[in-house]
């Protein structure tokens, strides 16, 4: 999930200051972490702590309102501040640039082995818990299955004929892109220059999330994958959030790029991903 957090860091300044070119400095001193790492975390103690319904409420409002200046959308943050825990029908990005840890927990193996995708029901759950809107839900379980394809195939766990395909980064981001099409609707087949001409701000999943798969789809590395997300404008920050999360399960992010970003992060969210880091390695005591 620190793929999340490194987009949303570097995003942060260009939010509604877009920039339309891919050159720019990353870690500006300006730069801070904003809702979409707070929630994030938020996603993953909900996941460590049990992952029900209640889970994701209680996380959620802790940590929202331990940083209640984040940058939340204006309906969240009613939802944040009051006692009130039923969803209230949003089909914003907020449900796909949190989603992250729910696609880290599925297992990989399990797909190699039976042929079959393991269960998204905390993506789903991650998401309904306040964007029960049909397009909420469907943004965070596209970006949860992108995640998740992108650790298959470029992990190397898909074998076809006794060869695996992450020697074959076009042919990984092709598979990913032909089911996020059929599955979800989204049309991927702009390219981001015949975006980034006319895009605005939109913080809708239906207008944001294909945006930042394509910033992936068209990727060399994180770092580009990071460029290309922020050079389309828009909301920045959380494109930038939903495509680092993609391109960390297809890359990796390098040890300098993860100190960076760890160094705009306070003790109470770096102590988050300490026991993430603690809870992956199937420690989940």
Known sequence: MLGAIIGDIVGSVYEFSNIKKKEFELFKPDCRFTDDTVMTCAVADAIMNGGSEKDFILSMKKYGRMYPHAGYGGRFRVWLRSMDTEPYKSFGNGSAMRVSPCAWVMDCGFCARTGM?????????????????????????????????????????????????????????????????????????????????????????????????????????????????????????????????????????????????????????????????????????
């Open 117 to 285: 995708w393991p269960n998204r029901d905390l993506a789903r759950l991650s998401a309904s818990v306040t964007h029960n809107h049909p397009e909420g839900i469907k943004g965070a379980l596209a970006v949860c299955d992108a995640i998740f394809m992108a650790r298959f195939y470029f992990g190397g766990w898909n074998i076809e004929y006794s060869n695996p395909i992450d020697s074959d980064p076009d042919e990984c981001k092709r598979r990913i892109k032909e089911h996020i099409e059929n599955e979800y609707g989204y049309d991927l087949s702009m390219s981001l220059d015949e975006i980034r001409k006319n895009y605005e701000f939109d913080e809708t999943c239906q207008g944001s999330v294909p945006q930042a798969i394509i910033a992936f789809l068209e990727s060399t590395d994180f770092e580009d994958a990071i460029r290309n997300a922020i050079s389309i404008g828009g909301d920045s920050d959380t494109i930038a959030a939903i495509t680092g999360s993609i391109a960390e399960a297809a890359y990796g992010i390098s040890e300098d790029m993860k100190k960076m970003a760890l160094s705009y992060l306070d003790e109470p969210l770096k102590d988050v991903l300490r026991r993430w880091k603690k809870y992956m390695r199937g420690d989940k005591s």
